[in-house]
């Protein structure tokens, strides 16, 4: 680990810097001789498909493409360390929670079932079977299917989350909560009322061709380091690419491709970003109008496109020509001239990108938002042509393709009765949970039984005191997992471990090793193959656990579930029977790179009622909860707080405690300030503050965070997530989307009582 301190980095973004930092993680995972071996399997058409994101890969037969948070993903799935039954006979429940999330993480991969002792407070090995029949017990126990409730995180494949929605729903219920609920759900409501599909409309190939890319609320250097790949190859044909950002993200500026020599020996890189707005947070929907209204003064505007493909066009205009400037300008914390200095860019474009990411979405107003953007696009024909579309950058590895698995808690009736035929059982057609609704349940008492298949719900949920409260009242959490976390430790009277196969492993069934599927943020499927030998000869796959918790729950079920586990084709056949654009899926996902799921956008086929693109009109908030909380607190500085992720972390994975681009080492809880709130509140960078946020329901707190002077606007914060989870009101959300709106945290400042001895 770099020694501890804050400093300025002004380098490009990858470089030397992105291969010390790989080469370290995987000297500390133990790997040395292995970890090369693995990476070098990553993305290939018979390897493994990266666990780091949702961004493609070119053909998915290139040459390696080098990822440091990639091969970061790779080496904390391959490492050496183990959890074993010792572990946990040393170690109490209690005493594991006075550890850290990242001490947690760095203990190694879990190795047997688990199941919590509440005798001892320790967690005790139990027999696959037992656990199965202890599930089967909870659920069979319950007054009604819908105090169950089924969590999914987007790693999981198609084959395990098209038999867990199977699994679920035929049990009874639609509890299907999932992380898109806290991530890109805004994006899919909103493309879907809008251009009739919840999807991205671009591929790969489109950045090639696009002359503008716009990228809203995104940090890719970090987050989605193989777009820094296709951005460089933009920016060096003369291609605009234009950021919104309240942060000067490193990642977006320049970036240095370790497998350029050319680049690695300059010591600057590849400029990316042509223009860079900095935005104040929540910004987006006016900067996004601003845009628009410049655009169309320049003539940007496809009419024939408009008058074929769309309506409401007229509505849109009248309420752009109603906009004054100044609120634009207020709302937005950009000037009139930066608002048409990108209008003109826009304009002059004929083919333009937007992108967005998780500082678009996770807001009051992002459905709003979204549909503004997705305005801008329409108004110049940007969807549905070469080099130009919407495209919301995923996070998980396969988030987008458990969606279309039916991992979602509003499934559609078509999805149902198809489902119900091909399995022959009546699906439940009530509404299910989403993840606030499910943390709501459990507090009411009326979600009893929690079950995880990955992810760490009890730190990537907003409002972490009550969650926790939430969890705590279940008459039985589980977890099927590849690590140990929090949501391990904060548990129900009966509790689980229950430890899988990681996508990078050999999964061996009856009918020999399995590949598996995934769908990326392009609507690419294709196969991915684990290689290295699994971390315990005990772990099970997510398929296998799947089925045999199911034939353990329905001993009646029909459905053959043991039977379709030997071998994946089964499961695959039954896929290509019940979801549509699968067809044929066997043999199409054996050709190499995979095959094109299709886009109705894409396409200019509108799946909206009207047949129609529709531009969705919606006014600049003025009635969001900071202003509201700002008037009511007047004697008080009111920030708004983004929760953002560092370079070292996997969303509530965390790697290390470097945040290298924004220039922090050793540290997490950081907050970071402008020097003129630092002075109006007669503070100091390197003082230890408390956070309170500030709510109708009342406040909250999180407790010591260090003060970094930084690059950001006025009023506004950034500090890391999970640490600033307890800050979010469980009531703070989306309109009609719900993901907890953890990028707009009304919060105040006060020294911290006690300052921890560590160098700032
Ligand atoms: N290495 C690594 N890769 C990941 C993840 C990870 O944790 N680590 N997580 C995965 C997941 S699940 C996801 S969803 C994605 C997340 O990828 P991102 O969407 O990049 O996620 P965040 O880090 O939350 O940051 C979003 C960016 O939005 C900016 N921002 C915040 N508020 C606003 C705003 O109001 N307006 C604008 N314009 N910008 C704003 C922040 O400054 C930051 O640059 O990455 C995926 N990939
Ligand atoms: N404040 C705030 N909160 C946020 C966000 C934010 O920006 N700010 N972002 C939100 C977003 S975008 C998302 S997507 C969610 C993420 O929420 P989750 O998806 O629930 O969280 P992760 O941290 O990605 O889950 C990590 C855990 O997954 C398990 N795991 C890893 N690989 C596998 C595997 O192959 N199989 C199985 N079964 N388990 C595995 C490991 O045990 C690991 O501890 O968090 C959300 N929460
Ligand atoms: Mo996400």
Redesign the pocket.
């Known amino acids: 680990m770099s020694k501890q301190g804050i400093r300025f980095y002004n380098r490009p973004a990858g470089g030397w810097g992105a291969l010390k930092s790989t080469l370290n993680a995987i000297y500390e995972q133990g790997i040395v001789g292995r970890g090369v071996a693995t990476l070098l399997r990553q993305n290939q058409p018979d390897g493994f498909d990266c666990?780091g994101c949702a961004w493609p890969d070119k053909n998915h037969h290139s040459t390696f493409e080098f990822c440091e948070n990639g091969a970061k993903a790779v080496a904390a799935?391959a490492t050496e360390r183990r959890v074993t039954r010792e572990f946990f006979a040393g170690h109490s429940v209690t005493e594991l929670l006075a550890h850290d999330d990242y001490w947690l993480?760095a203990q190694g991969r879990l190795t047997e079932p688990m199941r919590y002792d509440a005798a001892t407070d320790h967690y005790v090995p139990v027999q696959w079977d037992d656990a199965f029949a202890l599930i089967a017990r909870h659920l069979n126990a319950l007054d009604h299917p819908d105090q169950a409730l089924f969590y999914t995180?987007?790693?999981?494949s198609n084959e395990a989350a098209f038999l867990y929605q199977l699994f679920i729903r035929e049990f009874g219920t639609n509890n299907l909560p999932d992380?898109s609920n806290?991530?890109h759900e805004p994006s899919g409501t909103a493309m879907k009322e809008a251009i009739g599909i919840g999807k991205g409309t671009v591929l790969l190939d489109d950045f090639d061709a696009a002359q503008a890319i716009f990228i809203f609320g995104q940090n890719p250097g970090t987050n989605h380091p193989r777009m820094l790949g296709a951005l460089r190859e933009a920016a060096k044909r003369g291609a605009q690419i234009v950021v919104f950002n309240p942060l000067h993200e490193r990642g977006l500026q320049r970036f240095a491709d370790p497998q350029s020599p050319r680049d690695m020996l300059s010591s600057q890189g590849t400029a990316l970003a042509t223009r860079y707005y900095q935005l104040k947070i929540g910004g987006d929907l006016a900067a996004a109008k601003g845009i628009a209204k410049a655009a169309f003064e320049l003539g940007a505007v496809d009419y024939d496109f408009i008058a074929e493909h769309t309506i409401g066009f007229d509505d849109f205009l009248a309420d752009l020509q109603a906009e004054s400037w100044d609120t634009l300008a207020e709302e937005s914390g950009l000037s009139e001239a930066q608002l048409r200095e990108a209008g003109a860019i826009y304009a002059a474009s004929a083919a333009t990108i937007c992108t967005w990411g998780?500082g678009v979405t996770?807001h009051k107003h992002s459905v709003a938002t979204i549909q503004t953007i997705l305005n801008l696009l329409l108004m110049h024909g940007n969807i549905g042509k070469p080099g130009a579309g919407a495209c919301p950058v995923r996070?998980?590895s396969n988030?987008q393709g458990d969606r279309t698995m039916g991992i979602y808690e509003k499934p559609a009736q078509g999805f149902l009765d198809k489902l119900g035929r091909a399995f022959n059982f009546v699906p439940p057609a009530k509404h299910g949970h989403d993840v606030i609704g499910a943390i709501e349940a459990m507090l009411a008492g009326e979600g009893k039984v929690f079950i995880g298949?990955?992810?760490?719900?009890a730190?990537?949920?907003?409002d972490t005191v009550n969650t926790h409260l939430a969890l705590q009242r279940c008459t039985l959490t589980a977890h099927?997992?590849?690590?140990l976390?929090r949501s391990h430790l904060i548990h129900g009277q009966d509790a689980l471990i229950l430890p899988?196969l990681?996508?990078t492993e050999v999964d061996l069934q009856a009918a020999g090793p399995q590949g598996v599927t995934v769908e990326d943020s392009m609507s690419m499927v294709h196969i991915s193959s684990g290689m290295n030998k699994p971390a315990s000869e005990q772990l099970l796959s997510?398929p296998a656990i799947i089925a045999r918790m199911a034939a353990a729950t329905l001993p009646q079920s029909q459905i053959a579930w043991l039977w379709m586990i030997e071998d994946y084709d089964r499961i695959r056949d039954k896929i290509a029977e019940v979801i549509d654009g699968f067809e044929d899926f066997n043999a199409r996902v054996h050709v190499p790179g995979g095959f094109y799921l299709g886009n109705s956008a894409r396409d200019r086929a509108w799946v909206t009622p009207e047949a129609k693109a529709r531009f969705m009109t919606h006014a600049v908030p003025t009635d969001l909860p900071i202003k509201a909380i700002r008037q009511q607190h007047a004697d008080k500085v009111v920030f708004n707080l983004m929760?953002?992720?560092s370079h070292d972390q996997?969303?509530?994975?965390i790697y290390g405690l470097d945040d290298r681009y924004r220039g922090v080492f050793g540290h997490r809880r950081v907050v970071f300030i402008n020097k003129n709130d630092l002075a109006r509140l007669n503070l100091v960078a390197g003082q230890w503050v408390d956070m309170t946020s500030l709510w109708q329901d009342g406040e909250r707190v999180a407790r010591e965070f260090l003060l970094v002077e930084y690059d950001i606007p006025e009023g506004c914060l950034a500090s890391y997530?999970?640490e600033?989870?307890a800050l979010?009101p469980l009531s703070s959300m989306a309109d009609r989307a719900r993901t907890?709106a953890?990028?707009s945290v009304p919060v105040v400042l006060t020294r911290s009582a006690h300052e921890p001895q560590v160098a700032a």
């Open positions: 666990p799935e993480e995180s987007g790693r999981t992380c806290m991530c998780m996770q996070g998980h988030v298949m990955g992810g760490n719900f730190q990537a949920t907003p099927v997992t590849t690590k976390n899988c990681g996508r997510e929760t953002v992720r996997y969303n509530t994975t997530y999970p600033t989870n979010v907890p953890s990028k």
